[in-house]
């Protein structure tokens, strides 16, 4: 991706594109330009144009892959979204150019950069201290001391430099939306750069998972605020049996997050790494088969359950899956990627190790090979310390969870 205007182009590296109007200090105050995939050209063009009228460094991504590399939802946090980076000659020129940024390029939607401060209100316009080149040293330097450049996943300021010099012009984003009121946050079990799955309570008593879609993350159909809706639309269908109920949703500050009943339990790998069918005591092999079928059984129920409601679950696997070790009830918890059987998509879900036949991709037969495959995994593939099961073993015990669902000899023979 390269700008449609003349620009002067000093080298190249690893998908990016540097233009040097002068030569850069070492480290310095520095400014992101963020865009969605859809928009960056565009935003390119208007920062090579500005660049030539107004004489100032910078670098941008002008390989496509670097460009889904730092938009995909699954992306470092800290580096996500750095697009255009800004090199001013120093302090009082960086000002400058953030408030000419935020004035003829803040209306361009784009996605925050986590590690930097927003500039004005904008969310697409920031900036950071840190290195400009990293050929000689990758620390900070100040008075004879070495610091090193903290990239985090939120501004942080360097021990030599105390207070923000731009700070007045960075506006507190508040949200209003009643929601927040009523959540309370106590930890995540994931952060991407897509969003964060969250865990706390909600209107002070009920156990929630918060999953949140940032805006402007993700390329084509993973965008992470689409995928999150998606989801919405899957579990409200679903209606809460064996799956997690919808208790609400909203949206601030472009971002989009889903609030679902917490559903406890073991993930399958976590139960089966301990109460695996195969094991070594004797006396408690005939009941963790009677437990095991027990599973599979719920499990076919589960996916079957969604076959009825014209959903294909597709992203089946074992973090996925979750079993009440009491009940031995199984609940599937992420639909993020499950799909209506009628919305002929053309993407591919695929799970490491988990081979599926390329004509078998969003069809229901996809979830029913990937059931066999976790049963391959319950028998003895999650236990690292057992021997995996044969092939007549998961054959065997196949055929017989599967004929709880009324399935015919011939379909179980076709699909392993």
Same mark, same amino acid.
């Given at each position: 991706?390269?700008?449609?205007?003349?620009?002067?182009?000093?080298?190249?590296?690893?998908?990016?594109?540097?233009?040097?109007?002068?030569?850069?200090?070492?480290?310095?105050?520095?400014?992101?330009?963020?865009?969605?995939?859809?928009?960056?050209?565009?935003?390119?063009?208007?920062?090579?144009?500005?660049?030539?009228?107004?004489?100032?460094?910078?670098?941008?991504?002008?390989?496509?892959?670097?460009?889904?590399?730092?938009?995909?939802?699954?992306?470092?946090?800290?580096?996500?979204?750095?697009?255009?980076?800004?090199?001013?000659?120093?302090?009082?020129?960086?000002?400058?150019?953030?408030?000419?940024?935020?004035?003829?390029?803040?209306?361009?939607?784009?996605?925050?950069?986590?590690?930097?401060?927003?500039?004005?209100?904008?969310?697409?316009?920031?900036?950071?201290?840190?290195?400009?080149?990293?050929?000689?040293?990758?620390?900070?330097?100040?008075?004879?001391?070495?610091?090193?450049?903290?990239?985090?996943?939120?501004?942080?300021?360097?021990?030599?430099?105390?207070?923000?010099?731009?700070?007045?012009?960075?506006?507190?984003?508040?949200?209003?939306?009643?929601?927040?009121?009523?959540?309370?946050?106590?930890?995540?079990?994931?952060?991407?750069?897509?969003?964060?799955?969250?865990?706390?309570?909600?209107?002070?008593?009920?156990?929630?998972?918060?999953?949140?879609?940032?805006?402007?993350?993700?390329?084509?159909?993973?965008? =992470?605020?689409?995928?999150? %809706?998606?989801?919405?639309? @899957? /579990? *409200?269908? +679903?209606? !809460?049996?064996?799956?997690? $109920?919808? #208790?609400?949703?909203?949206?601030?500050?472009?971002?989009?997050?889903?609030?679902?009943?917490?559903?406890?339990?073991?993930?399958?790998?976590?139960?089966?790494?301990?109460?695996?069918?195969?094991?070594?005591?004797?006396?408690?092999?005939?009941?963790?088969?009677?437990?095991?079928?027990?599973?599979?059984?719920?499990?076919?129920?589960?996916?079957?359950?969604?076959?009825?409601?014209?959903?294909?679950?597709?992203?089946?696997?074992?973090?996925?899956?979750?079993?009440?070790?009491?009940?031995?009830?199984?609940?599937?918890?992420?639909?993020?990627?499950?799909?209506?059987?009628?919305?002929?998509?053309?993407?591919?879900?695929?799970?490491?190790?988990?081979?599926?036949?390329?004509?078998?991709?969003?069809?229901? =037969?996809?979830?029913?090979? %990937?059931?066999?495959?976790? @049963? /391959? *995994?319950? +028998?003895? !593939?999650?236990?690292?310390? $057992?021997? #995996?099961?044969?092939?007549?073993?998961?054959?065997?015990?196949?055929?017989?969870?599967?004929?709880?669902?009324?399935?015919?000899?011939?379909?179980?023979?076709?699909?392993?």
């Amino acid at each position: 991706m390269y700008p449609v205007n003349r620009f002067l182009s000093s080298y190249e590296f690893n998908g990016w594109t540097v233009s040097l109007h002068y030569k850069l200090p070492h480290q310095g105050w520095k400014i992101h330009v963020s865009a969605t995939y859809k928009n960056y050209q565009t935003v390119l063009n208007h920062v090579v144009w500005l660049a030539e009228k107004m004489d100032f460094s910078f670098k941008f991504a002008s390989s496509s892959k670097l460009v889904e590399k730092l938009l995909d939802t699954h992306s470092v946090r800290e580096s996500g979204g750095k697009l255009i980076t800004i090199y001013p000659k120093n302090q009082t020129h960086c000002l400058f150019l953030l408030k000419v940024f935020s004035k003829l390029l803040g209306r361009f939607p784009g996605p925050n950069v986590l590690s930097d401060n927003q500039f004005a209100g904008t969310d697409n316009i920031s900036y950071r201290y840190g290195i400009f080149e990293n050929k000689s040293s990758e620390s900070l330097f100040y008075k004879g001391k070495s610091y090193e450049d903290k990239r985090l996943p939120y501004f942080v300021l360097p021990p030599f430099i105390k207070n923000d010099p731009f700070a007045k012009y960075v506006y507190p984003k508040k949200s209003n939306d009643s929601h927040w009121k009523n959540l309370h946050i106590e930890g995540a079990y994931k952060i991407t750069l897509g969003g964060g799955i969250y865990y706390g309570t909600y209107l002070k008593k009920e156990p929630i998972v918060l999953k949140e879609g940032r805006f402007g993350i993700g390329i084509g159909t993973d965008q =992470a605020i689409a995928k999150r %809706k998606n989801e919405c639309q @899957i /579990l *409200d269908k +679903l209606q !809460g049996k064996h799956y997690p $109920l919808v #208790l609400g949703y909203f949206t601030t500050q472009n971002n989009y997050y889903l609030i679902l009943q917490k559903i406890t339990g073991l993930t399958y790998y976590e139960y089966f790494a301990t109460n695996g069918p195969v094991v070594i005591e004797k006396n408690l092999c005939e009941k963790s088969m009677t437990d095991f079928i027990e599973v599979i059984k719920n499990l076919i129920s589960v996916v079957a359950y969604a076959h009825r409601k014209g959903i294909i679950l597709r992203d089946i696997n074992p973090a996925n899956v979750l079993v009440d070790i009491r009940t031995l009830k199984v609940y599937f918890i992420d639909c993020a990627d499950s799909i209506f059987v009628d919305s002929h998509s053309c993407e591919k879900i695929k799970t490491p190790w988990y081979t599926i036949p390329e004509t078998k991709y969003n069809t229901y =037969a996809e979830d029913w090979i %990937k059931v066999a495959w976790m @049963i /391959l *995994d319950g +028998l003895g !593939g999650v236990n690292r310390n $057992l021997c #995996l099961a044969n092939y007549t073993q998961v054959r065997e015990t196949f055929s017989k969870v599967i004929k709880y669902q009324g399935f015919s000899s011939k379909w179980m023979i076709k699909s392993i």
